[in-house]
């Protein structure tokens, strides 16, 4: 018997048994074997195309819940940077005062001290007597040494304001690209910098940054989709560090080539395995423990900056020795897009 399709050898075994097949009836089962091997294939890319159908809809429904978290960020990030940005007004606004204050008293003491030599010159015993409270109350109180340390406090409160203003003003920038869906003008220097400051409690314990910003032109981009996928990769570099166990370092390099502004990123972190390197862009692929990640981080940033944006973004890594991403933007997306 001929090699048919086990439904059919099924049914001829049942009907025919081990009888001769009449050649007239051999053309027939060769078009009902044809047609059980079609269904049969047809079947295959349907169940096929029902588990990808699938799989994008769950992508689809996973970035539009990363969309609208990070629109919700936005607005929550905005409303406490401004919450934060009144109070700083005030407190930059009284330190400076104070300083003045500070060195008018300073200058009042300078004449008063020129005032109490000439006395005790010329006076001795008056000066003795008349400031003799004033005397002690200046050396019990070490008067000398607050007056010399309050420049010091005045400096490292108007320091600690600066940073404290320039948190906000990441936290601003940050909150605004992450409310707008919308293309816009796209400094990725100031959107690094802007990120780096929000991503700073994720890094800092694990790994010291090293930038080399060169310069470069501002490009068409949605600034907050472009924020998401720097944060993902700084996180990720954070957590490859220290999965690591070392006091690591991450790179990020931006420059021009061939009309391409150009993002590397880079980490001396746990490194990722040959094996999962051409699966980490996959949507719900991860290779930290159950209930770390959801494994959407890379897969929605290959969509922003491939789909969304024209670009690139390529992947290196060496495991034990680190990881290196390096993301492609065109400075004209509208070439890029026709």
Known sequence: MADYHKLLEEQLANYVGEEE?????????????????????DKALMEKTNCEYAESIE???????????????????????????????????????????????????ELSNDAEKELEEHYEDI??????????????????????????????SEEGIGRIENIVKSLLGFA???????????????????????????????AQVEKQLEEIPIIKAINGEINQVILNLLVNAAHAIKTKGIQGIIKIHTYCENNYVKCKISDNGIGIS???????????FTTKPIGIGTGL?????????????????????????GTTFIISLPIDMKKKSL
């Open 59 to 109: 992508k689809m429904k996973a970035q539009i819940a990363s969309q609208e978290k990070m629109a919700t960020i936005g607005q929550l990030s905005a409303g406490i940077a401004h919450e934060i940005n009144n109070p700083l007004g005030f407190v930059k606004s009284n330190i400076n005062t104070l300083e003045s204050y500070i060195n008018k008293v300073k200058k009042f003491l």
């Open 127 to 156: 000066y003795m007597e008349i400031f003799k409270d004033a005397i002690e109350f200046k050396k019990k109180n070490k008067l000398k040494l607050v007056f010399e340390d309050m420049d010091d406090i005045v400096l490292d």
């Open 274 to 284: 040959k094996e999962n390197l051409n699966n980490i862009f996959n949507p719900f």
């Open 176 to 206: 605004r690209g992450a409310a707008s869906s919308k293309l816009g003008d796209c400094d990725l220097n100031s959107n690094i910098n802007s990120t780096l400051t929000i991503a700073n409690n994720e890094i800092k314990y694990y």
């Open 297 to 321: 981080g890379l897969s929605i940033s290959y969509d922003i900056i491939v789909k969304k944006h024209c670009g690139s973004i390529e992947v290196d890594s060496i495991l034990g020795e």
């Open 21 to 41: 097949i009449p050649e007239a009836f051999k053309t027939f089962l060769e078009s009902v074997n044809f047609a059980y091997t079609e269904f049969e294939k």
